[in-house]
């Protein structure tokens, strides 16, 4: 099966050359190229877009702004002139972040990450329930989401607290909670993302999730509290 692509960068050179890289790839399939936000993201959410190759400086609307205003978002490969962001890319659970001008070669090989991502999801059998892929101690973890307790902030990673244990993992706590149901998870503190369905009691200052308190921030009692009926 072929990742259904779309390049986005208002440099016609570049956006060229990246659709020309596509289309000699025999796993892509290249659906559409546009040089702003706006016209991508009606193409997103009008067709299946498994892979989107973007650039980051664009006028009127940067890369960041165009995935900020996504619900669900594809698989992301970053292309572009500068270094300054990649670090920023993180936060978008980039799979890649491809310096221009961008050789065969190197685009190849963020290609292969896709399609190696792509394909693990969809060999995980559905009764399995939800799940997301997260890369831990050099590696791709399968992670199911029911399985999830709470997430903390660690630094400059996160700790996943699952049934089966812990997982370090390189990310910002924004990142991730955009990976994860809204209806399930809630941020409850600066440092804490919580399963609800797994909270046992609470009160205005903590929320207890087997025998660990995690601490609520102010107000956060309210929102718990109606998420939690939500489920009901």
Same mark, same amino acid.
């Not at 919580?194 to 207890?208: T, Y």
């Given at each position: 099966?072929?990742?259904?692509?779309? =390049?986005?960068?208002?440099?016609?050179?570049?956006?060229?050359?990246?659709?020309?890289? =596509?289309?000699?790839?025999?796993?892509?399939?290249?659906?559409?190229?546009?040089?702003?936000?706006?016209?991508?993201?009606?193409?997103? %959410?009008?067709?299946?877009?498994?892979? %989107?190759?973007?650039d980051?400086?664009?006028? =009127?609307?940067?890369?960041? !702004?165009?995935?900020?205003? %996504?619900?669900?978002?594809?698989?992301?490969?970053?292309?572009?002139?500068?270094?300054?962001?990649?670090?920023?890319?993180?936060?978008?659970?980039?799979?890649?972040?491809?310096?221009?001008?961008?050789?065969?070669?190197?685009?190849?090989?963020a +290609?292969?990450?896709?399609?190696?991502?792509?394909?693990?999801?969809?060999e995980?059998p559905?009764?399995?329930g939800?799940?997301?892929?997260?890369?831990? #101690?050099?590696? #791709?973890?399968?992670?199911?989401?029911?399985?999830?307790?709470?997430?903390?902030?660690?630094?400059?990673?996160?700790?996943?607290?699952?049934?089966e244990?812990?997982?370090?993992?390189?990310?910002?706590?924004?990142?991730?909670?955009?990976? %994860?149901?809204? !209806?399930?998870?809630l941020? +409850?503190?600066?440092?804490?993302?919580?399963?609800?369905?797994?909270?046992?009691?609470? #009160?205005?200052?903590?929320?207890e $999730?087997?025998?660990?308190? $995690?601490?609520?921030?102010?107000?956060?009692?309210?929102?718990?509290?109606?998420?939690?009926? #939500?489920?009901q």
């Amino acid at each position: 099966m072929k990742l259904n692509c779309v =390049v986005v960068d208002d440099s016609t050179i570049h956006r060229i050359t990246i659709a020309k890289l =596509v289309n000699e790839h025999p796993d892509l399939n290249l659906i559409g190229d546009f040089s702003n936000a706006s016209e991508t993201r009606a193409c997103i %959410l009008h067709k299946d877009v498994d892979l %989107l190759f973007l650039d980051i400086e664009m006028p =009127v609307q940067t890369g960041f !702004d165009l995935l900020d205003g %996504l619900k669900a978002r594809p698989q992301i490969i970053f292309v572009s002139a500068k270094s300054d962001y990649a670090l920023k890319a993180f936060d978008y659970a980039a799979i890649d972040y491809l310096h221009k001008p961008v050789t065969k070669d190197r685009f190849n090989k963020a +290609v292969q990450k896709a399609i190696e991502l792509h394909q693990m999801r969809k060999e995980v059998p559905e009764e399995e329930g939800e799940f997301i892929f997260v890369k831990s #101690n050099l590696k #791709n973890l399968k992670i199911y989401i029911s399985r999830i307790k709470w997430i903390e902030a660690f630094g400059d990673y996160i700790k996943i607290i699952t049934d089966e244990g812990s997982h370090l993992v390189l990310s910002t706590m924004k990142s991730f909670e955009a990976e %994860l149901p809204s !209806d399930t998870f809630l941020r +409850v503190h600066k440092s804490y993302i919580i399963n609800i369905e797994r909270v046992e009691r609470f #009160n205005s200052k903590f929320a207890e $999730i087997g025998t660990t308190q $995690i601490p609520l921030s102010r107000n956060k009692k309210e929102d718990l509290a109606k998420a939690i009926s #939500n489920l009901q």
